[in-house]
């Protein structure tokens, strides 16, 4: 199961390509985000799409985790979705999606399973539910609008085979 946080929906939102999104993450199972970074969408015109589901952080575990998280992460307005994501994955045992590197660290130096969406999209070229074609040009598509990843225009695979993930 996968909880997504604010910036994959919202680059895919903008380039009006949610459907393409929703595709590499179907293999997944159950995706959800939060109901915070559902506000976060709402304020930038992204609706979050149908295949991902809406969950709410507001059971006592999940509050407690909250708590732990915007201490751990938050370090303004922006950072609460993210501890949102991270507070849902660790109660209920989900891979938390998140493109903010030092986030994602994080998380993952306290023992929470986190990546990024590049992540996701390699493991949908390895598991052939997109070509490599077909992502390069979907991570493309996600520069241009604004999405920062750690290579330029057409690196997707050299950037995926150089972490060993394809």
């Not at 595709?23 to 159950?30: E, L, P």
Request: with cysteine; aromatic share 8%.
């Amino acid at each position: 199961m996968l909880v997504w946080d604010t910036s994959p929906i919202l680059h895919a939102g903008r380039i009006d390509r949610l459907d393409v999104l929703g595709d590499i993450a179907s293999g997944w199972g159950r995706n959800v985000t939060t109901a915070a970074v559902a506000q976060e969408l709402e304020r930038e015109d992204v609706t979050v799409p149908e295949w991902l589901g809406v969950v709410h952080v507001d059971g006592l575990d999940e509050i407690i985790a909250l708590g732990e998280w915007l201490q751990r992460v938050s370090a303004g307005r922006r950072d609460r979705g993210e501890a949102t994501v991270f507070a849902w994955a660790e109660v209920h045992g989900a891979i938390a999606i998140v493109d903010d590197k030092d986030a994602r660290m994080a998380a993952q130096r306290a023992g929470l399973a986190a990546h990024g969406t590049l992540w996701v999209i390699a493991r949908a070229v390895v598991a052939e539910r997109i070509t490599c074609a077909g992502a390069v040009g979907f991570v493309d598509a996600m520069l241009s609008s604004g999405a920062r990843y750690p290579f330029g225009y057409g690196g997707f695979v050299p950037w995926a085979e150089a972490q060993g993930l394809l």
